[in-house]
Every structure is written in C-alpha cells, then in structure tokens.
C-alpha cells in the first residue's frame, strides 16, 4: 500500500489563480480530512468527508472547495487563491468506526505571492 | 474553537536526557494523541490514549492521559538524535475532528 499521496509537493501561485490538490488513499479508508498547517502552529481542519458523495465544513473552510466522488480521491480546490492561504497542506484518512487513527499523506507546500 | 495548551513551545536538550512535554485543554475530551512530525513529513501517531489515568509505552516514550481528562504528558527517555522534531497532541472533538496542540519542538544537541 502507498497509503495517503498528495501532489503537487510545492506550488507556487498568483493572488486570483485557482489550483486543485490532490489526495488519494489505497487503504480503502471512508473518512479523509483536508487540514492546514501555518509556520509553528498546529493543524486546522479545513474539510472533511465521511464517504463517497458527502462532505462537510471543518474550522476553517473559506476560500476552499471539496468533492468526493470516490472512496479514493478527495481533491481540495482553491478558486482565489489569496496570500492568506500560504500554508502546507495536509490530507489524512481513517477507517470507520474502531481506533480513529487518521494516517497523514507527506503534505503540499503552497505560496500564494 | 477548542484550544490545546501545549508546553513547552520548543526545548533544547543534549543527547542521553529524558524530556518531558504536556498539554492541556478546559475541555474535557476521552481520547488524548500524541504525534511527531518530522521536516517535510505528516504527521505520525506515536501514542493513542483512550482511559483516563491510561499509562501507556511505546518503545522509549510513555504517554499518560490525566485523570481529570484534561490533560495529558509525554516522555522521552535518553533521547536519541532522531527524536528530533514536531511534537503535537490532538484530541478528538465530537465525532470527527482532530484538535491540535501548537506543538513542541525539540532540538538534540550531539
């Protein structure tokens, strides 16, 4: 198993672009999480999904879109992308029910400039 | 929203001494995390507490979810230089979100 993969590694943006990160997992997890670290802080919840076609807000979703049409895909969308939404990217998964342990992918280092 | 007070924010040891970090809430929360993160990585579950008053060991560090539920230690014994990095503690909030603490960084000095 790969376990959680995320491209693009680094990105750089424009302030107005949009951009998609990607997420997949072959564990075959329902549950996956889009979260956001900033420089010395700890994760925030951005979106999160409990399975195929359902999705819902975490702490801090504005500026952000989410689908997920597959148990294996969770892409996160940026449509404006501002200088605010600097930040490393985190996707995560786990499976329903039993130990919650969420399995981290290796991150998405974007710069908004 | 929920915050986890994590300390210390960062700690600078030498090679061989123990360390020890804790977190605390005003929430009480029935399952306490700790996770280390390493540059350029996710982040990796160390520990998992469900009980509280649990101790729990994994390998040189020990974890103990405080019996009030509000708290929460971790302890690294003769610390080795690979221990180097992000220490965070999570809770679990309602039935999905994971909180974070700010996190501990720790250095080794050789």
């Known amino acids: 198993n790969a376990g959680v993969t995320q491209t693009p590694k680094f990105r750089i943006l424009k302030i107005g672009q949009s951009m998609t990160l990607q997420c997949t997992q072959d564990?075959?997890?329902?549950?996956m999480y889009w979260y956001r670290q900033d420089p010395g802080m700890g994760l925030k919840l951005i979106y999160y999904s409990v399975g195929a076609g359902i999705t819902d807000k975490g702490e801090v979703p504005n500026g952000y879109n989410v689908s997920r049409s597959t148990t294996e895909d969770f892409p996160l969308r940026l449509e404006l992308a501002a200088p605010s939404q600097t930040s490393v990217y985190f996707c995560?998964?786990?499976?329903?029910?039993?130990?919650?342990?969420?399995?981290f992918g290796p991150g998405t280092r974007l710069t908004v400039l | 929203g929920q915050q986890l007070n994590q300390s210390p924010q960062s700690m600078f040891i030498q090679e061989g001494e123990d360390v020890s970090m804790n977190c605390t809430s005003s929430?009480?929360?029935?399952?306490w995390l700790w996770y280390k993160q390493d540059p350029g990585e996710g982040p990796v579950l160390l520990i998992a507490l469900y009980k509280a008053g649990e101790l729990t060991s994994n390998g040189r560090l020990t974890a103990q979810f405080g019996i009030t539920r509000k708290d929460s230690f971790l302890n690294i014994s003769a610390s080795i230089p690979s221990d180097v990095g992000i220490y965070f503690c999570a809770v679990i909030q309602g039935a999905q979100k994971l909180v974070f603490g700010q996190g501990t960084r720790l250095t080794i000095n050789p």
């Open positions: 929430s009480i929360f029935n399952t």
């Open positions: 564990m075959n997890h329902n549950y």
């Open positions: 995560a998964s786990r499976l329903a029910g039993g130990e919650r342990t969420q399995y």
